[in-house]
């Protein structure tokens, strides 16, 4: 299984919106209601951000959404935050592969 | 407050071995399936091997299969990942993390993890 494919970059300005792509294929993120997002600082514990395509933990705020179309799946951050520079990862469940947990590459958000 | 705390890492030789461990705290460890996640500094994260609640159900990433052992122990409520035969590809920070989801597809929390540094 090969990793997801994350633009290696976004920024944007306090207040903006950045949207971060993963790029899969019909075998992970087209299949499979299973995609999550995650937000890693340096030197911190990696946070759920979004599940299941679309869901919001408790605690997360609001400016953050997910949604899928076709094999690529999308994080939105709205009304960018100091505190969201960080990076990104988006991951794809793929039961019965050899690996059923396939990250993507990685998209460090500046902002 | 739920907490993950992994310990263990270290340098070590190529081939060598080394135990990584993770204690869990604020929930019911025996409930879920735990996985190890590794991410090799300054790149993206790569799941290495999941273990299900009972320890009935274990799978490794192809990478380590073979080389890797994941356990745990529900009396102490903690998570384990015996190393064997390292090499440099498997320097990284290692974290673990509970498996959520039906299908089991999410990690939630995680640990800070703990580095591991393949190194003659």
């Known amino acids: 299984q090969s990793a997801l494919t994350q633009p290696p970059s976004a920024s944007g300005s306090p207040g903006q919106s950045v949207t971060i792509s993963c790029t899969g294929t019909?075998?992970?993120?087209?299949?499979?209601?299973?995609v999550s997002w995650y937000q890693k600082h340096p030197g911190r514990a990696p946070k759920l951000m979004i599940y299941?395509?679309?869901k919001r933990p408790s605690g997360v705020p609001d400016r953050f959404s997910g949604s899928r179309s076709g094999s690529t799946a999308s994080l939105t951050v709205s009304g960018l935050q100091a505190e969201d520079e960080a990076d990104y990862f988006c991951s794809s469940y793929v039961p019965g592969s050899s690996s059923p947990y396939v990250f993507g590459t990685g998209t460090r958000v500046t902002v | 407050e739920m907490q993950l705390e992994e310990s263990g890492g270290g340098q070590v030789k190529p081939g060598g071995s080394l135990r990584l461990s993770c204690v869990v705290s604020?929930?019911?460890?025996?409930?879920?399936?735990m996985t190890w996640v590794r991410q090799v500094p300054g790149k993206g994260l790569e799941w290495v091997s999941s273990i299900s609640s009972n320890s009935n159900y274990i799978d490794y990433a192809d990478s380590v299969k073979g080389r890797f052992a994941i356990s745990r122990d529900n009396t102490k409520k903690s998570l384990y990942l015996h190393m064997s035969n390292v090499s440099a590809e498997d320097t990284a920070v290692y974290f673990c993390a509970r498996v959520r989801g039906i299908p089991q597809s999410w990690f939630d929390p995680w640990g800070q993890g703990t580095l591991v540094t393949v190194s003659s």
């Open positions: 019909s075998s992970d993120i087209g299949a499979y209601n299973s």
């Open positions: 299941e395509v679309t």
């Open positions: 604020g929930f019911t460890f025996s409930d879920y399936t």
